[in-house]
């Protein structure tokens, strides 16, 4: 069955390449596009794709701020980022945001489409160049590991389902524990991690090698 994708990007030309690509697939089609995260939203909102394909730094609402709402409203929701921006500060937070993939916009047309099974293939993709900022970025919190507040083996299994987007309430069901009781021990997460969201929390288990 072909998949459907929805395309975002505020250049035309990159929108026209992705397209040029996947021309004559018989396994990927661009039913929409969009030019920034505003527009990118509101179709999603109107019908659903099987994956959102989506560059990071656009105009009105950005890659980021679209991405956070798509998980917030659509946590199931599949969701490639495109993009020139490897720095280590947006790479940790769509890694925290669990996106599907991250590739450069200068990625071939076989490693795209590569990209594109594997997530179909319910696998995480990343160009080799973001993943091995990745490898680094975990190696630094391996390292620092030692000097990071202790978490109780609780707390650490709902830390890891936390960064899977898995809701309190099946995480009390998975531990076999009370609503009451998974909410206070989220609690004790943010105050341990000095954070008030899920995000957050989720950088703190990357940046101290616990995810």
Not at 181 to 191: A, D, F, G, M
């Amino acid at each position: 069955m072909t998949k459907d994708i929805l395309l975002v990007d505020d250049h035309a030309m990159i929108r026209i390449a992705i397209k040029e690509y996947l021309k004559g697939s018989s396994e990927f089609n661009i039913v929409a596009e969009a030019e920034n995260g505003k527009e990118a939203f509101d179709i999603l909102l109107s019908q659903p794709f099987d994956l959102v394909i989506t560059d990071i730094n656009m105009p009105v609402v950005s890659g980021l701020e679209l991405i956070e709402n798509i998980k917030l409203n659509f946590p199931d929701q599949l969701v490639l980022a495109l993009t020139m921006d490897v720095s280590e500060k947006t790479i940790r937070k769509l890694y925290a945001l669990g996106v599907s993939g991250y590739v450069v916009k200068n990625v071939g047309q076989r490693e795209f489409i590569e990209a594109l099974q594997q997530i179909f293939d319910h696998k995480k993709y990343f160009s080799d160049e973001v993943f091995k900022k990745i490898s680094e970025i975990r190696d630094q919190s391996i390292a620092a590991q030692s000097g990071t507040k202790s978490l109780s083996e609780m707390e650490q299994q709902i830390l890891k389902l936390l960064s899977k987007h898995t809701p309190s309430r099946v995480i009390a069901d998975k531990l076999n524990i009370s609503p009451l009781t998974t909410e206070l021990l989220i609690k004790n997460l943010y105050r341990k991690a000095e954070c008030k969201s899920i995000p957050g929390l989720i950088l703190y288990g990357i940046e101290n090698g616990m995810i």
